[in-house]
Nanobody, 125 residues
Framework: QVHLQESGPGLVKPSQTLFVACAVTGASITTNAYYLHWIRQAPGKRQEWIGYIDSGGGTYYGPSLKSRSSISRDTSKNQFTLEVRSVTPEDTAVYYC?????????????????WGQGTQVTVSS
């Protein structure tokens, strides 16, 4: 059984950099054709697909956060991390990580194979 667990700072000040990590158990993140996604959902808004990192370490981002975000991975810890720079209150959201066998760019959470419970991140001074 694959299990994902997000961890984040909870509260971030505007203009700072946000880091959210996702620890994966039950599967190796380097498994062939494995894609590791980040999705967020702000209050009252639809889910927003942020991007993914694939099993070879390649990344692909959606247009909304492409200029301010990066996804990286630590294969020794079997986890991957989302970085969002220069955050504003509009970045306040629940951040979810998920996995898929196959690309599924732009997916919603329910379209992934496995996903975490999400972590709330609030941007406020």
């Amino acid at each position: 059984q694959v299990h994902l667990q997000e961890s984040g700072p909870g509260l971030v000040k505007p203009s700072q950099t946000l880091f959210v990590a996702c620890a994966v158990t039950g599967a190796s993140i380097t498994t062939n054709a494995y894609y590791l996604h980040w999705i967020r959902q702000a209050p009252g808004k639809r889910q927003e697909w942020i991007g993914y990192i694939d099993s070879g370490g390649g990344t692909y981002y959606g247009p909304s956060l492409k200029s301010r975000s990066s996804i990286s991975r630590d294969t020794s810890k079997n986890q991957f991390t989302l970085e969002v720079r220069s955050v504003t209150p509009e970045d306040t959201a629940v951040y979810y990580c998920g996995t898929s066998q196959g690309r599924r760019a732009g997916a919603e959470i329910s379209e992934l194979d496995y996903w975490g419970q999400g972590t709330q991140v609030t941007v406020s001074s």
